[in-house]
């Protein structure tokens, strides 16, 4: 073949190639035209003549309405919107802008690549983010490691972080502002030690909430002078205990007891010998405790050692008949809770209400079907021969239709003119109760 045919061939395949580029991007243009033609013809006309007016202001505008709507970035959701230069030109525009941000450990490199082919290398404003988990996790299969060391220098200001996966690798302690964590999987020893000696100096909450969270914390106290929650397994505060609580400005610690009621017991009795004086409320999920709730509690010997209770949640406690001061509960000072106790009979609650005297400013019943009317009248006799006319006693109820239905019956009649000594009110809120134990604590510089 001569080269002038060549040459001819060459130029009719270019021509042919620029041609169907050409014919490719009017499609697409077509397409986009045609959306807009959908999008005009759902506005009025005055609408559509206000647009054509200020059309100018139009990219300002959009980047205003997605900075209101779209705060946080979820790039699975988002693509399933957008795709190409679409999603590009939306991140392009927003980078600066999302507070929150949720990625998915089986793509994190994945959704790491797009913000890098979007020319961001920074969201400066993010300061929650989580990483999800797919679900689909086996003990052969883990989400891949290495695209977390990406996320401190993205997200360097930092200060809430939840991973649903698990971790193997050091990063977390990266992070300069971390004050909140939260870890639903398993966290291998050595990430572990660099998020406790020290790499994570800001922490404030600290939540293991996993399966596999058995971790050993000594050193917490390196990372963790300024920690002020703590949730962890029984076994997890049996390991380093005297540690934990000599944390500074710890004032919450919950605690989520295993099959092994002893050890369960074992530890809260650590907190209540330990730092019983700076205990101000307790929560406990009795049915945690698979034994007589006497037996349980009444190792704490709780009147002992809290001399500054103010408040009592019980839930799911079955009484059995007992004598309540068996419990060997302190005076509570504030407000107690019975939620779900099915079997609570008056007299129980009475003696309770009787052996914290005029201290007891609010008393919530949730679900506590045995309970009858003549609990308002013995209630109001003792709170009346107490003189607490200045306090009230208030009791709130929830789904205790006995009392309520008594209660309002008499209100105008007799109840109306009580209520400096008895206040009974329906719950406006829904309580949700603490599903393991919770130590609340006072400041320590408070109590010295």
């Known amino acids: 073949m001569s080269q002038a045919k060549k040459n001819d061939k060459q130029l009719k395949a270019s021509i042919s190639k620029r041609n169907s580029h050409s014919a490719a991007k009017m499609r697409r243009k077509a397409e986009d035209l045609s959306r807009i033609r959908n999008v005009l013809s759902k506005l009025s006309i005055r609408d559509q003549l206000r647009l054509e007016q200020n059309y100018r202001d139009i990219p300002k505008t959009c980047t205003s309405v997605w900075r209101t709507h779209e705060k946080h970035l979820d790039l699975r959701n988002i693509e399933s919107k957008l795709s190409g230069n679409s999603l590009r030109t939306f991140l392009k525009a927003m980078w600066r802008d ?46 891949p490691q290495w695209p977390l060391h990406a996320l401190p220098k993205l997200l360097r200001g930092l200060r809430r972080l939840k991973i649903h996966s698990p971790v193997h690798v050091c990063f977390i302690e990266q992070f300069p502002k971390l004050e909140y964590l939260t870890l639903y999987d398993e966290v291998n020893t050595i990430a572990m030690r660099a998020i406790l000696d020290g790499g994570s100096r800001r922490l404030k909450h600290l939540h293991f909430l996993g399966k596999h969270t058995s971790h050993q914390l000594q050193g917490v106290s390196k990372c963790g002078s ?15 205990w005297e540690e934990i609580l000599l944390l500074p400005e710890l004032l919450v610690l919950e605690l989520r007891p295993n099959e092994n009621i002893a050890r369960t017991i074992e530890a809260l009795s650590h907190v209540v010998r330990t730092s019983g004086q700076q205990i101000k409320s307790l929560q406990i999920n009795c049915q945690l405790l698979d034994s007589p709730l006497s037996n349980c509690l009444g190792q704490l010997n709780l009147s002992k050692h809290c001399h500054h209770f103010g408040g009592l949640v019980l839930t799911q406690c ?52 045995l309970l009858t009317q003549g609990l308002i009248d013995e209630i109001y006799k003792i709170r009346s021969s107490e003189h607490a006319t200045t306090s009230p006693l208030i009791i709130k109820l929830d ?37 393991n134990v919770q130590f609340l604590f006072r400041q320590r510089k408070k109590m010295q």
């Not at 082919?117 to 003990?139: F, H, M, R």
């Not at 300024?226 to 380093?240: A, C, M, Q, R, Y």
């Not at 007799?414 to 949700?432: A, D, G, I, P, T």
């Open 98 to 143: 999302f507070h929150h941000v949720y990625f998915h450990s089986d793509r994190l490199q994945e959704e790491l690549n797009i913000l890098e082919s979007a020319g961001i290398d920074s969201l400066p404003g993010v300061q929650y983010a989580e990483i999800s988990c797919n679900g689909e996790q086996t003990k052969k299969y883990y989400p």
């Open 226 to 240: 300024g920690l002020k929650d703590l949730v962890i397994t029984v076994e997890t505060f049996l390991s380093s």
């Open 318 to 369: 079955r009484f059995d008949g007992m004598d309540i001061r068996a419990l060997q509960l302190p005076p509570v000072h504030g407000y107690a809770v019975f939620c779900q106790c099915s079997d609570l009979k008056n007299y129980q609650l009475i003696d309770f209400i009787k052996s914290s005297c005029a201290k007891l400013r609010e008393v919530i019943l949730i679900k506590c079907p």
């Open 399 to 435: 789904n205790c239709p006995n009392l309520w239905t008594y209660y309002e019956a008499n209100f105008i009649d007799f109840w109306h003119r009580k209520q400096n000594v008895l206040r009974v009110e329906k719950m406006q809120r829904s309580f949700c109760p603490n599903e």
